[in-house]
């Protein structure tokens, strides 16, 4: 199995630009990669998905892969198809019951997550068709099931970016055949799939807006608390802008859902804070900027991220992406949370490629438990 020590920098860097900077920047070249030499594996596994019940799974970034993975299936069937999105600690302890008919496909970028293989394990012995997302060089415990569907090269930083987005595009091209085999598609199987090409180059010209995030973060970077808001296949996005926060800044950070944000979490809010909002033109947006005003009159730190040509919404900061179909913008709205979290880390002087594992207390805590 993969030891957690193999993946650790070989060359801890002091300044920027940290390990997850690079990997942040080499995503466009690493999505296109598997988009370029993935397919007919992965379609492979798609076919033979293609009649099954479908259980996604993973922990942590995994896990929001996974859930941005139900809203890609959901979009292409016009929501014929309803995968099951689980945690693996909970799928391993609370089970379902699997069997033939279904496949289970097990997100995990390491492949030495205890649950992950534990799940995936448990589902092969029941007779499902299983299939393991995960990076190159991963554990035992993933090179286990039916299909291995390879992402990259294993990352160096504690907090993980390319492997989120390749382990996206490998689940986009699944999802774009599994729509095409079971005849559901919501549309034609052709464009989807060229809709999914340009999205390197869409990840490039994101990268180009890395001065005004840097701004933002610079500011956010003194407040206390950050929120990251979205909506639909951003739900997840919000989520994950919210871990890498804690994970490089350690800071109080949540991610929420547009809606649920307003029953509630709003309550909270104050000019300690920041508030991230992800606007893709989808029917999020109009809510969204409610919220936005509402957030004006509490003194929080507003930061858009919208599409090009998208209304203007109410905020401090207007980080401007390219313009992409919905469900295909989790890959241009990553990269801004990721280059948001990396640079408020730098704003407080965290190292954020090493999630505090060089912290002594840290190390003694991490004694105690295993992943």
């Not at 920027?16 to 596994?45: F, G, K």
């Not at 500011?219 to 871990?243: C, D, H, K, Y």
Request: aromatic share 6%; with cysteine.
């Amino acid at each position: 199995m993969a030891s957690e020590a193999a993946v650790q920098p070989t060359t801890k860097r002091a300044a920027h630009p940290y390990h997850m900077y690079d990997a942040i920047v080499e995503q466009p070249e690493r999505v296109a990669q598997v988009l370029a030499t993935q397919r007919e594996l992965i379609e492979s596994a798609a076919d033979a998905a293609a009649r099954k019940r479908l259980v996604l799974v993973g922990i942590g970034t995994s896990y929001h892969a996974a859930q941005i993975t139900e809203h890609f299936l959901r979009h292409l069937t016009r929501g014929r198809v309803h995968a099951l999105v689980e945690q693996a600690f909970e799928l391993v302890h609370y089970p379902l019951a699997l069997r033939a008919s279904d496949a289970v496909i097990a997100v995990s970028h390491r492949g030495w997550k205890n649950y992950t293989a534990q799940a995936l394990q448990a589902a092969r012995a029941a007779g499902a068709l299983t299939i393991a997302v995960t990076g190159q060089d991963c554990g035992e415990g993933m090179k286990a099931a039916h299909f291995v569907l390879p992402t990259c090269e294993q990352e160096v930083s504690f907090a993980h970016t390319k492997s989120f987005t390749t382990a996206l595009a490998v689940l986009a091209v699944f999802a774009i055949r599994l729509a095409e085999r079971r005849g559901l598609q919501g549309e034609d199987a052709e464009d989807a799939r060229a809709a999914l090409q340009r999205v390197p180059d869409l990840m490039r010209q994101t990268l180009a807006s890395e001065p005004i995030i840097r701004e933002a973060a610079k500011e956010m970077s003194a407040r206390q608390r950050l929120i990251f808001v979205g909506a639909g296949p951003n739900w997840a996005t919000a989520r994950e802008g919210a871990l890498k926060v804690k994970e490089t800044s350690y800071l109080a950070s949540e991610g929420f859902q547009t809606e649920q944000f307003l029953h509630g979490p709003m309550a909270e809010m104050d000019p300690r804070a920041a508030l991230v909002v992800l606007l893709t033109g989808g029917p999020g947006d109009v809510r969204s900027r409610s919220m936005l005003r509402a957030s004006r009159e509490l003194g929080i730190l507003r930061v858009v991220v919208a599409a090009a040509g998208a209304s203007e919404a109410p905020a401090e900061y207007r980080i401007e992406v390219p313009a992409a179909e919905e469900w295909l913008t989790p890959f241009v709205h990553l990269l801004v949370v990721q280059l948001l979290s990396y640079y408020v880390a730098i704003g407080r002087g965290s190292n954020p490629d090493t999630g505090r594992e060089d912290h002594p207390q840290h190390a003694r805590a991490r004694i105690h438990f295993k992943l």
